[in-house]
């Protein structure tokens, strides 16, 4: 069975601190994403990468898929209250499927 | 806007009662999917649907079933609700050809079984 651990497991900031969260496995992923998650909702997509390397950016949020596909990490910098939640990485083992298995979680507190 | 509706947000249940879960997706996706979601563990996988009357198994299926006889609509059955099934329970979907496989999730269940 394949496994995605994240670190860490819980972060707890300041507003204006940078942060990074890891999303590591042993095995090979076709395609990454990261979601985040608010109390009371499903989670919601992010962003997917697809290639090893890859770098995306989304406002003040980095993704980056590790150079063997093994995997990735989300930076977000000068964290605001409203980035608050709980992030999901998922992977995709076989090229162009739909079915993703989901990382342990971070759950990030950004305080004002 | 895209949808995914779960029938109950929270749900209380005994022991060995039959519990069924039903989600509908407005967006005329192929893929449904069942996720249990449990603190520290994640989401995993319990059963997944490509298309009508079609379904495979994830990852830890036991103890549950599912039906999809329309496609807009994905049913988790719980055949005989025990403690250990006591969790958040999430459903999603997604077309098969989208550029970045973009799960839509439902808000989810909040299953107890006493």
């Known amino acids: 069975t394949q496994l995605l651990e994240q670190s860490p497991q819980f972060l707890s900031i300041q507003e204006g601190e940078n942060l990074t969260v890891y999303c590591n496995s042993s095995?090979?992923?076709?395609?990454l994403q990261w979601y985040r998650q608010e109390p009371g909702e499903g989670p919601v997509l992010l962003v997917t990468v697809v290639t090893g390397g890859e770098v995306k950016k989304l406002k003040r949020l980095t993704f980056q898929f590790g150079d063997a596909r093994k995997d990735s990490s989300l930076h977000i910098t000068a964290a605001q209250p409203g980035d608050t939640g709980l992030y999901l990485c998922a992977g995709s083992s076989v090229s162009g499927t739909y079915k993703y298995i989901f990382g342990t979680g971070t759950r990030l507190k950004v305080l004002a | 806007d895209v949808k995914v509706t779960q029938s109950s947000r929270y749900l209380v249940k005994r022991t060995g009662e039959k519990v069924f879960l039903e989600c509908v997706q407005d967006m005329d996706h192929e893929n449904m999917f069942w996720y249990r979601q449990d603190p520290g563990l994640g989401l995993r996988l319990i059963y997944f649907?490509?298309?009508?009357?079609?379904?495979e198994k994830g990852d830890i299926p036991e103890g549950y079933s599912v039906s999809r006889e329309k496609k807009e609509r994905f049913s988790l059955i719980l055949e005989s609700a025990s403690t250990n099934q006591t969790s958040m329970y999430l459903c999603?979907?997604?077309?098969?050809?989208?550029?970045?496989?973009?799960?839509?999730f439902g808000p989810g269940t909040r299953l107890t079984v006493t």
């Open positions: 649907s490509y298309d009508v009357k079609m379904k």
């Open positions: 999603a979907s997604s077309f098969t050809y989208a550029e970045d496989y973009e799960q839509y």
């Open positions: 095995s090979v992923f076709s395609s």
